[in-house]
């Protein structure tokens, strides 16, 4: 039972992680320039 549940919570952070960095990654292209202090918080919230 243990193990089941941390694994779904394992695979739910890691797919949480992943949307992150793949956001992250997306804004970094579109952009030429460093993200700002703002963005970089406001891409944490979103």
């Given at each position: 039972?243990?193990?089941r549940d941390s694994a779904e919570l394992?695979?739910?952070?890691?797919?949480?992680?992943?949307e992150a960095y793949i956001a992250r990654g997306l804004s970094i292209k579109r952009e030429t320039h460093p993200p700002s202090a703002s963005c970089?918080?406001?891409?944490?919230?979103?």
């Open positions: 039972q243990w193990y394992r695979e739910g952070w890691k797919n949480e992680y992943l970089s918080i406001k891409g944490l919230h979103s």
